[in-house]
């Protein structure tokens, strides 16, 4: 079974650009979430979406930042403009819908490193 | 607001040593709390997950206890090799009382190294 993938693996950015990132989650699995770690600091949750809806978008740093999960299948999220405080490691998770035992547990991709210049 | 505190920040053991690292929360409402280790350049892997009705859990070389009342969580590893070198986050999971949102406030971490 193929595990959570996110893409890129690293972008480097300029203040003011945007970029795009993208999380496939495990197949089956209606729960997603992103989550950032910024350096130095905890890993800190961002969203999560179940299927296709936001469920909680709490985290969210602004208004630059927008996340989509058209389908119920895979996510993106957008920084638009980026600034330098969004430099980080953005991380995806992904878990079962909550009928099934262990429906919690998450699963994590590797993350996509961003950095902003 | 749950805070998370992992102790101590890095650890480093000569193999074969048993060891604990710990994990402390502010606040005792928790619905779950996940042990997991992290690699370089990789992502998480879930090592444990103990519900808050539940004391410990075990796997293979790994027993993680909970105990909600003091807010406290522990991660024994029995026996380290130098394949357990990595950094360890311990997260606790919060749930609405709906049940409809789910999230996990993270430590900094634990980064153990095991020198052979």
């Known amino acids: 079974e193929a595990g959570v993938t996110q893409f890129p693996s690293h972008s480097v950015i300029e203040k003011g650009q945007t970029v795009t990132l993208r999380c496939d989650p495990i197949?089956?699995?209606?729960?997603l979430y992103w989550y950032r770690r910024v350096m130095g600091k905890e890993i800190k949750f961002l969203l999560h979406?179940?299927?296709?809806?936001?469920?909680?978008e709490s985290g969210m740093p602004n208004n630059r930042f927008l996340a989509e999960r058209t389908g119920g299948t895979y996510s993106t999220l957008k920084v638009q403009p980026a600034e330098l405080e969004d430099s980080g490691v953005y991380f995806c998770?992904?878990?079962?819908?909550?009928?099934?035992?262990?429906?919690?547990?998450?699963?994590f991709g590797p993350g996509t490193r961003l950095t902003v210049t | 607001k749950q805070e998370v505190t992992q102790i101590p920040a890095a650890l480093s053991v000569p193999e074969g040593e048993n060891l604990v690292l710990n994990c402390s929360f502010t606040?005792?409402?928790?619905?779950?709390l996940q042990w997991f280790r992290q690699d370089p350049g990789k992502g998480l892997t879930s090592l444990l997950l103990?519900?808050?009705?539940?004391r410990e859990q075990t796997s293979g070389r790994l027993n993680a206890s909970l105990d909600k009342s003091s807010g406290r969580s522990t991660l024994y590893i029995a026996a380290s090799q130098p394949g357990d070198s990595a950094t360890y986050l311990c997260?606790?999971?919060?749930?609405?009382?709906?049940?409809?949102?789910?999230?996990?406030?993270f430590g900094k971490g634990t980064l153990l190294t095991v020198n052979p």
């Open positions: 998770a992904s878990s079962q819908d909550r009928r099934f035992r262990m429906a919690d547990e998450q699963y």
């Open positions: 197949s089956g699995h209606d729960n």
């Open positions: 979406f179940v299927k296709e809806s936001k469920q909680d």
């Open positions: 606040d005792s409402a928790i619905y779950n």
């Open positions: 103990i519900q808050s009705s539940q």
């Open positions: 997260a606790v999971g919060w749930k609405n009382s709906g049940g409809s949102n789910y999230k996990l406030t």
